[in-house]
């Protein structure tokens, strides 16, 4: 349930409230919006606690969340949340581009591929350094190697950094190299590695299990927030559907739905959505239109001969920028802000394959 007060409510009040939260055996979570403060209850609920709070002066209401996700819901946080990562805003009206390869592999190739995402407008850079295969012998990535490495390329370039992090024991050193941390669709119900990313306070993006209902992806979510870590962010990857032409069928409706439940925001990956270069270009306007708070796209200076064999959905570096400029375009017209530092054309007509 949450107990809602005034935004003119003092802090000594909103603390009486929360200690008689917490006295009665339950965690208090607090989210100040705009107009009014939400007090999200987490625990059984509790009719004679309900009753509490209802006589308490400054509470306005009381009201029961129905939903299994909390804090995840828009009924806890009304506000869109907007995570603020070194200047960096990610949500609300502001269009966030990731870009990169699937997986570092050389400190060159990394360095090359940051080069461009930034020189095209992209603020986040994306690498694999641990990789989940589906077959045992594929590669797998190069470890804590590539974390070194695309966090040089990062700061050398001035860009964030996402990497994918699979296991609970690694959560504490990617999160010393990376700004924002990535769990794989195959991790979505990981349990035990949710909750370790809930005791960090570094981002995550969160991956939708290509075989997850809305709710079960919220609830994913929710063990992250109520293990203390309020940033979140959800991305829609495709599902796994009868359709075998596209690797994924990129679940557009998921975009507005989860706007429409949750506050957190909400990224689109059409790499891995569809699985087809050609495809990626179109089925990005179509998140961005969709109302997408981001982008997460793979591009690579030689994707045919990428070591993960995943080529086949990355964008070249120009088509990478072309598509950026179209995006820059649509976010106008969609009251999208798109903070972009860009390089002149003829940075894209030529590139190192490393």
């Known amino acids: 349930m949450i107990a809602i007060t005034s935004n003119k409510t003092s802090e000594e009040r909103v603390r009486d409230i929360v200690k008689?939260?917490?006295?009665?055996?339950?965690?208090?979570?607090?989210?100040?919006?705009?107009?009014?403060?939400?007090?999200?209850?987490?625990?059984?609920?509790?009719?004679?606690?309900?009753e509490h709070l209802r006589s308490m002066k400054d509470?306005?209401?009381?009201?029961?969340?129905?939903?299994?996700?909390?804090?995840?819901?828009?009924?806890?946080?009304?506000?869109?949340?907007i995570i603020e990562i070194k200047g960096v805003k990610i949500g609300g009206n502001h269009l966030?581009?990731?870009?990169?390869?699937?997986?570092?592999?050389?400190?060159?190739?990394?360095?090359?591929?940051?080069?461009?995402?930034?020189?095209?407008?992209?603020?986040?850079?994306?690498?694999?350094?641990?990789?989940?295969?589906?077959?045992?012998?594929?590669?797998?990535?190069?470890?804590?190697?590539?974390?070194?490495?695309?966090?040089?390329?990062?700061?050398?370039?001035?860009?964030?950094?996402?990497?994918?992090?699979?296991?609970?024991?690694?959560?504490?050193?990617?999160?010393?190299?990376?700004?924002?941390?990535?769990?794989?669709?195959r991790n979505m119900q990981n349990f035990d590695l949710l909750r370790k990313l809930g005791e960090t306070n570094t981002p995550v993006l969160l991956k939708r299990g290509f075989s997850a209902t809305y709710d079960e992806f919220l609830n994913a979510a929710e063990y992250i927030l109520a293990g203390g870590n309020p940033n979140v962010m959800l991305c829609e990857r495709g599902i796994r559907t009868f359709e075998t032409y596209t690797r994924n069928t990129l679940d557009l409706t998921a975009i507005p739905v989860l706007q429409q439940l949750s506050h957190l925001p909400v990224i689109s990956d059409p790499s891995h959505?569809?699985?087809?270069?050609?495809l990626v270009e179109t089925m990005s306007k179509a998140s961005?239109?969709?109302?997408?708070?981001?982008?997460?796209?793979?591009?690579?200076?030689?994707?045919?001969?990428?070591?993960?064999?995943?080529?086949?959905?990355?964008?070249f570096p120009d088509q990478f920028a072309n598509l950026l400029k179209d995006l820059e375009k649509l976010g106008a017209v969609l009251g999208k802000t798109f903070d972009t530092e860009k390089a002149p054309a003829e940075a894209f007509q030529s590139w190192k394959v490393v």
């Open 96 to 185: 966030t581009i990731m870009g990169g390869p699937c997986a570092v592999e050389s400190p060159e190739q990394i360095d090359e591929i940051a080069r461009l995402v930034k020189a095209a407008g992209g603020q986040v850079l994306r690498g694999g350094a641990f990789k989940p295969r589906t077959g045992p012998y594929s590669f797998q990535g190069i470890g804590v190697e590539g974390l070194v490495m695309m966090a040089e390329a990062g700061k050398k370039h001035g860009l964030l950094t996402i990497t994918e992090v699979m296991t609970p024991e690694t959560v504490d050193v990617c999160a010393e190299y990376a700004d924002i941390l990535q769990v794989g669709t």
């Open 273 to 278: 959505g569809t699985g087809r270069r050609e």
């Open 20 to 50: 008689v939260i917490e006295q009665a055996g339950a965690q208090a979570h607090i989210s100040r919006g705009v107009d009014r403060t939400v007090i999200g209850i987490v625990g059984q609920y509790e009719p004679k606690l309900a």
């Open 59 to 81: 509470v306005e209401n009381v009201i029961k969340i129905s939903k299994s996700y909390k804090l995840a819901s828009r009924d806890f946080h009304p506000d869109d949340t």
């Open 288 to 315: 961005v239109a969709a109302g997408a708070n981001g982008l997460i796209i793979e591009m690579h200076t030689d994707p045919d001969n990428s070591m993960t064999g995943d080529g086949v959905q990355s964008l």
